[in-house]
């Protein structure tokens, strides 16, 4: 696991492709975070969503992949797209999107990312994962969820529910409260 | 491949995503910020599974978790926004102060204040009566009510939202009694009116 540690200077391919997906990554996330137009930080966040879903892929989760494809790309962007929507926000360029903080906020991002980078660059150096194709393939994984995990499985499925009927009794307007 | 590579575009992400939190005003704008940080925590249990081989394949398993309880999440604060928007006409963080600390310092009137703050604390936020009440509003307006919930509660933002100032008054008036002078004032003048309107609302 640790032992031979292929060198920093001639990066493989596998690895090329992770980096470029990963700046892509980071700087859509920029762009989510410091855009002016809301609607196109939603977007923005479909580009991070998706290299994560690539970076996914290179590590050869691919059912993890589709996955994030399916419920983050798919569903969570057009729930946000909607909530925009719904709120009336802004649409164009909006001056009043970030609070009085930012300052403050990027300091303490700065100094998240230099402690966050710093603690992983001295721990996991010398770690090394070679990547073999199918280890996270469908099977794999639903074989895995469906022998060792089905409780968490079945309590989340509870959980998905009670979410669903929470949304649905507070956005709804026409389902009174007791008394 | 080197485990630092995605250890690090995790860091990123996730310090990025605190920035997104603190610096954004809108509401949809943090949760976004929060995907953003529960995807870099997904990296990580997705990179240390393959690093580790994990027989039970616990992070790539966990990390479909996360993404369902993520899912479950946006949609909740979503529809928690919805009803804020259909409350206070705004998602913008800086103006929910209901719950805030009244600005006089507690020198001057230490004893008046928390005497009336909290109390108005506890009614301010309260949305039954707006939701009952917009519930009376779309239930007597027959199409509207023949339309189906969610057209008619998007219908009936849509009207309230239509204009900024003036129509958007109108709309409250008629749909009932002085909400529309409540909003005007902000957050702290109008606590008198909304402890009138919770009484009446029964």
């Known amino acids: ?179 | 491949m080197h485990v630092v590579y995605p250890a690090i575009v995790s860091a990123l992400l996730f310090s990025i995503g605190v920035y997104g939190v603190l610096a954004r005003r809108n509401t949809i704008l943090v949760l976004m910020s929060v995907e953003l940080m529960l995807n870099a925590v997904n990296l990580n249990l997705v990179v240390f599974d393959v690093w580790l081989r994990d027989r039970l394949h616990g992070g790539q398993v966990l990390t479909l978790f996360v993404i369902v309880i993520a899912a479950a999440e946006v949609g909740l604060g979503l529809a928690i926004v919805l009803a804020l928007y259909r409350n206070r006409q705004t998602v913008d963080l800086d103006r929910l102060r209901a719950l805030a600390e009244p600005p006089s310092g507690p020198g001057t009137g230490a004893p008046a204040n928390p005497g009336t703050t909290p109390e108005t604390g506890a009614e301010t936020p309260v949305p039954v009566p707006g939701a009952s009440r917009s519930g009376e509003e779309s239930s007597g307006a027959a199409p509207r009510s023949g339309a189906g919930p969610d057209s008619g509660a998007t219908r009936a933002g849509a009207e309230r939202g239509s204009g900024l100032g003036g129509a958007d008054n109108g709309g409250r008036d008629r749909a009932g009694g002085g909400s529309g002078r409540s909003r005007r004032g902000g957050v702290p003048p109008d606590e008198p009116e909304r402890t009138v309107r919770v009484e009446e609302a029964p």
Request: net charge neutral.
């Open chain 1, 1 to 179: 696991m640790t032992e031979l540690v292929p060198s920093y200077a001639s990066p493989t391919g596998q690895e090329i492709v992770f980096l470029l997906l990963g700046v892509m990554a980071v700087g859509s996330a920029l762009l989510v975070v410091t855009t002016r137009q809301l609607v196109h930080a939603a977007l923005w966040l479909v580009v991070c969503l998706g290299a994560l879903a690539g970076c996914y892929l290179v590590l050869t989760a691919e059912f993890v992949a589709w996955v994030q494809v399916l419920i983050y790309v798919g569903a969570v962007v057009v729930l946000l797209l909607f909530g925009i929507m719904l709120t009336r926000a802004p649409i164009g360029r909006a001056a009043d999107l970030d609070s009085g903080n930012r300052v403050v906020a990027a300091v303490v991002a700065i100094a998240t990312a230099v402690v966050l980078v710093t603690v992983v660059v001295d721990g996991f150096r010398t770690a090394y994962a070679p990547l073999d194709p199918g280890a996270g393939s469908a099977k794999e994984i639903g074989a895995t969820i469906f022998r060792n995990w089905v409780l968490p499985f079945e309590a989340l499925s509870i959980l998905l529910l009670a979410a669903l009927i929470g949304a649905i009794v507070i956005s709804r307007t026409d389902i009174r409260g007791r008394g």
